[in-house]
T-cell receptor
Framework: LAKTTQPISMDSYEGQEVNITCSHNNIATNDYITWYQQFPSQGPRFIIQGYKTKVTNEVASLFIPADRKSSTLSLPRVSLSDTAVYYCLVGVLIYNQGGKLIFGQGTELSVKP | KAGVTQTPRYLIKTRGQQVTLSCSPISGHRSVSWYQQTPGQGLQFLFEYFSETQRNKGNFPGRFSGRQFSNSRSEMNVSTLELGDSALYLC???????????????FGAGTRLSVL
Protein backbone atom coordinates (compact mmCIF):
# COMPACT_ATOMS: atom_id res chain seq x y z
CA LEU A 1 0.00 0.00 0.00
CA ALA A 2 1.35 3.41 -0.94
CA LYS A 3 2.38 5.90 1.73
CA THR A 4 0.23 9.00 1.92
CA THR A 5 0.91 12.50 3.18
CA GLN A 6 -1.82 14.94 4.12
CA PRO A 7 -2.00 18.07 6.32
CA ILE A 8 -2.35 17.37 10.01
CA SER A 9 -5.04 20.00 10.55
CA MET A 10 -7.21 22.53 8.73
CA ASP A 11 -9.62 25.22 9.85
CA SER A 12 -12.65 26.46 7.98
CA TYR A 13 -15.90 28.34 8.49
CA GLU A 14 -19.44 27.24 7.90
CA GLY A 15 -20.57 27.56 4.30
CA GLN A 16 -17.06 27.47 2.83
CA GLU A 17 -15.69 24.86 0.47
CA VAL A 18 -12.88 22.79 1.95
CA ASN A 19 -10.21 21.06 -0.10
CA ILE A 20 -7.91 18.50 1.52
CA THR A 21 -5.00 17.33 -0.60
CA CYS A 22 -3.27 14.00 -0.18
CA SER A 23 0.11 13.15 -1.74
CA HIS A 24 0.82 9.58 -2.81
CA ASN A 25 3.89 9.60 -5.02
CA ASN A 26 4.32 5.81 -5.01
CA ILE A 27 0.81 4.93 -6.11
CA ALA A 28 0.67 1.71 -8.10
CA THR A 29 -1.25 1.08 -11.30
CA ASN A 30 -3.95 -0.98 -9.60
CA ASP A 31 -4.35 1.28 -6.56
CA TYR A 32 -7.58 3.07 -5.75
CA ILE A 33 -7.79 6.27 -3.69
CA THR A 34 -10.24 6.13 -0.82
CA TRP A 35 -11.28 8.69 1.78
CA TYR A 36 -12.76 8.03 5.19
CA GLN A 37 -14.27 10.39 7.78
CA GLN A 38 -14.10 9.77 11.51
CA PHE A 39 -15.96 11.52 14.31
CA PRO A 40 -14.71 11.24 17.91
CA SER A 41 -15.40 7.86 19.51
CA GLN A 42 -16.83 6.43 16.30
CA GLY A 43 -15.45 4.18 13.61
CA PRO A 44 -14.29 5.65 10.29
CA ARG A 45 -16.96 6.09 7.64
CA PHE A 46 -16.34 5.61 3.92
CA ILE A 47 -16.84 8.89 2.02
CA ILE A 48 -15.66 8.48 -1.55
CA GLN A 49 -13.38 6.48 -3.78
CA GLY A 50 -11.81 7.06 -7.17
CA TYR A 51 -9.25 5.78 -9.61
CA LYS A 52 -8.73 8.71 -11.97
CA THR A 53 -10.21 12.08 -13.04
CA LYS A 54 -13.16 13.20 -10.93
CA VAL A 55 -15.72 11.41 -8.82
CA THR A 56 -18.70 13.07 -7.17
CA ASN A 57 -21.32 11.78 -4.78
CA GLU A 58 -23.87 13.36 -2.47
CA VAL A 59 -21.25 14.07 0.17
CA ALA A 60 -18.04 15.11 -1.60
CA SER A 61 -16.00 15.28 -4.78
CA LEU A 62 -12.65 13.67 -5.42
CA PHE A 63 -10.25 15.19 -7.94
CA ILE A 64 -7.38 13.06 -9.24
CA PRO A 65 -4.86 14.49 -11.72
CA ALA A 66 -3.60 12.47 -14.66
CA ASP A 67 -0.38 11.36 -12.92
CA ARG A 68 -2.41 10.19 -9.88
CA LYS A 69 0.38 11.22 -7.49
CA SER A 70 -2.02 13.30 -5.47
CA SER A 71 -5.74 13.66 -4.89
CA THR A 72 -8.00 16.32 -3.45
CA LEU A 73 -11.10 15.74 -1.39
CA SER A 74 -13.54 18.61 -1.80
CA LEU A 75 -16.31 19.22 0.73
CA PRO A 76 -18.81 21.81 -0.52
CA ARG A 77 -20.34 24.29 1.92
CA VAL A 78 -19.16 22.66 5.15
CA SER A 79 -21.18 22.81 8.33
CA LEU A 80 -20.22 22.35 11.98
CA SER A 81 -21.11 18.67 11.67
CA ASP A 82 -18.28 18.18 9.17
CA THR A 83 -15.75 18.69 11.96
CA ALA A 84 -13.92 15.36 11.94
CA VAL A 85 -10.69 13.62 10.97
CA TYR A 86 -10.35 12.76 7.29
CA TYR A 87 -8.13 9.89 6.15
CA CYS A 88 -6.73 9.31 2.69
CA LEU A 89 -5.92 5.69 1.80
CA VAL A 90 -4.27 4.37 -1.30
CA GLY A 91 -4.16 0.74 -2.32
CA VAL A 92 -6.22 -2.22 -3.29
CA LEU A 93 -7.45 -5.19 -1.31
CA ILE A 94 -6.05 -8.28 -2.91
CA TYR A 95 -7.46 -11.66 -1.95
CA ASN A 96 -4.30 -13.23 -0.62
CA GLN A 97 -3.34 -10.08 1.24
CA GLY A 98 -6.68 -9.70 2.89
CA GLY A 99 -8.49 -6.66 4.20
CA LYS A 100 -5.67 -4.59 5.60
CA LEU A 101 -6.24 -0.85 5.51
CA ILE A 102 -3.32 1.37 6.42
CA PHE A 103 -4.43 4.64 7.97
CA GLY A 104 -2.06 7.59 8.16
CA GLN A 105 -2.36 10.47 10.62
CA GLY A 106 -5.34 11.96 8.86
CA THR A 107 -6.37 15.59 8.62
CA GLU A 108 -8.25 17.07 11.54
CA LEU A 109 -10.79 19.48 10.06
CA SER A 110 -12.27 22.06 12.40
CA VAL A 111 -15.30 23.99 11.12
CA LYS A 112 -16.13 27.17 13.00
CA PRO A 113 -19.38 29.15 13.01
CA LYS B 1 -29.80 -3.13 6.76
CA ALA B 2 -28.19 -3.10 10.20
CA GLY B 3 -24.64 -1.83 10.45
CA VAL B 4 -21.65 -3.41 12.12
CA THR B 5 -22.44 -4.08 15.76
CA GLN B 6 -19.79 -4.23 18.44
CA THR B 7 -20.35 -5.29 22.01
CA PRO B 8 -19.79 -4.18 24.62
CA ARG B 9 -19.35 -0.47 23.95
CA TYR B 10 -17.30 0.11 27.09
CA LEU B 11 -15.15 -2.13 29.24
CA ILE B 12 -13.03 -1.58 32.30
CA LYS B 13 -10.49 -4.25 33.22
CA THR B 14 -7.43 -4.52 35.41
CA ARG B 15 -3.93 -5.49 34.43
CA GLY B 16 -3.45 -9.20 33.96
CA GLN B 17 -7.05 -9.94 33.13
CA GLN B 18 -8.27 -11.07 29.75
CA VAL B 19 -11.05 -9.66 27.63
CA THR B 20 -13.23 -10.79 24.72
CA LEU B 21 -14.80 -8.34 22.30
CA SER B 22 -17.54 -9.23 19.88
CA CYS B 23 -18.38 -8.04 16.38
CA SER B 24 -21.39 -8.78 14.20
CA PRO B 25 -20.75 -7.74 10.60
CA ILE B 26 -23.30 -6.41 8.17
CA SER B 27 -25.49 -9.23 6.91
CA GLY B 28 -23.86 -10.89 3.94
CA HIS B 29 -20.38 -9.55 4.67
CA ARG B 30 -17.81 -12.30 5.01
CA SER B 31 -14.66 -10.31 5.73
CA VAL B 32 -14.11 -8.93 9.22
CA SER B 33 -11.11 -6.84 10.23
CA TRP B 34 -10.04 -5.54 13.63
CA TYR B 35 -8.20 -2.31 14.38
CA GLN B 36 -6.79 -0.67 17.48
CA GLN B 37 -6.95 3.10 17.83
CA THR B 38 -4.96 5.09 20.37
CA PRO B 39 -4.09 8.80 20.49
CA GLY B 40 -0.40 8.04 20.14
CA GLN B 41 -0.37 5.35 17.46
CA GLY B 42 -3.53 6.18 15.55
CA LEU B 43 -5.46 3.45 13.76
CA GLN B 44 -3.53 0.20 13.53
CA PHE B 45 -4.56 -3.00 11.81
CA LEU B 46 -4.79 -6.08 14.06
CA PHE B 47 -6.06 -8.91 11.86
CA GLU B 48 -8.60 -9.89 9.26
CA TYR B 49 -10.80 -12.95 8.90
CA PHE B 50 -12.58 -14.32 5.89
CA SER B 51 -14.62 -17.51 5.90
CA GLU B 52 -13.37 -18.39 9.39
CA THR B 53 -9.72 -18.12 8.31
CA GLN B 54 -7.26 -15.47 9.38
CA ARG B 55 -5.92 -13.99 6.13
CA ASN B 56 -3.79 -11.17 7.41
CA LYS B 57 -2.22 -10.12 10.68
CA GLY B 58 -0.76 -6.86 11.91
CA ASN B 59 2.26 -6.35 14.09
CA PHE B 60 0.79 -7.12 17.50
CA PRO B 61 1.96 -9.58 20.17
CA GLY B 62 0.43 -13.04 20.49
CA ARG B 63 -1.71 -11.83 23.40
CA PHE B 64 -4.04 -10.49 20.73
CA SER B 65 -6.03 -13.19 19.01
CA GLY B 66 -9.27 -13.56 17.17
CA ARG B 67 -11.62 -15.92 15.48
CA GLN B 68 -14.54 -15.93 13.13
CA PHE B 69 -17.59 -18.13 13.27
CA SER B 70 -19.51 -19.73 10.42
CA ASN B 71 -22.09 -16.92 10.53
CA SER B 72 -19.24 -14.40 10.00
CA ARG B 73 -19.48 -13.03 13.53
CA SER B 74 -16.06 -12.44 15.01
CA GLU B 75 -14.49 -12.21 18.42
CA MET B 76 -11.24 -10.68 19.51
CA ASN B 77 -9.43 -11.73 22.67
CA VAL B 78 -6.68 -9.98 24.56
CA SER B 79 -4.98 -11.95 27.33
CA THR B 80 -2.83 -10.68 30.17
CA LEU B 81 -3.96 -7.10 29.73
CA GLU B 82 -1.44 -4.30 30.00
CA LEU B 83 -2.04 -0.61 30.64
CA GLY B 84 -1.02 0.12 27.06
CA ASP B 85 -3.88 -1.97 25.74
CA SER B 86 -6.29 0.81 26.67
CA ALA B 87 -7.74 1.85 23.34
CA LEU B 88 -10.74 1.99 21.07
CA TYR B 89 -11.06 -1.36 19.30
CA LEU B 90 -12.82 -1.16 15.97
CA CYS B 91 -14.29 -3.88 13.85
CA UNK B 92 -14.93 -3.46 10.14
CA UNK B 93 -16.68 -5.66 7.61
CA UNK B 94 -16.45 -5.85 3.87
CA UNK B 95 -18.90 -7.39 1.43
CA UNK B 96 -16.56 -8.87 -1.10
CA UNK B 97 -13.25 -10.60 -1.27
CA UNK B 98 -10.39 -9.78 -3.51
CA UNK B 99 -9.96 -6.84 -5.78
CA UNK B 100 -13.66 -6.12 -5.81
CA UNK B 101 -13.47 -5.00 -2.19
CA UNK B 102 -11.45 -1.95 -3.26
CA UNK B 103 -10.62 -0.64 0.24
CA UNK B 104 -14.24 -0.10 1.25
CA UNK B 105 -14.89 -1.31 4.74
CA UNK B 106 -17.76 -0.54 7.08
CA PHE B 107 -16.81 0.16 10.66
CA GLY B 108 -18.65 -0.35 13.90
CA ALA B 109 -18.74 2.22 16.70
CA GLY B 110 -16.02 0.36 18.57
CA THR B 111 -15.40 -0.94 22.06
CA ARG B 112 -13.65 1.44 24.43
CA LEU B 113 -11.36 -0.64 26.64
CA SER B 114 -9.80 0.88 29.72
CA VAL B 115 -7.14 -1.10 31.58
CA LEU B 116 -6.49 0.03 35.15
Amino acid sequence: LAKTTQPISMDSYEGQEVNITCSHNNIATNDYITWYQQFPSQGPRFIIQGYKTKVTNEVASLFIPADRKSSTLSLPRVSLSDTAVYYCLVGVLIYNQGGKLIFGQGTELSVKP
Amino acid sequence: KAGVTQTPRYLIKTRGQQVTLSCSPISGHRSVSWYQQTPGQGLQFLFEYFSETQRNKGNFPGRFSGRQFSNSRSEMNVSTLELGDSALYLCASSPLAGVQAKNIQYFGAGTRLSVL
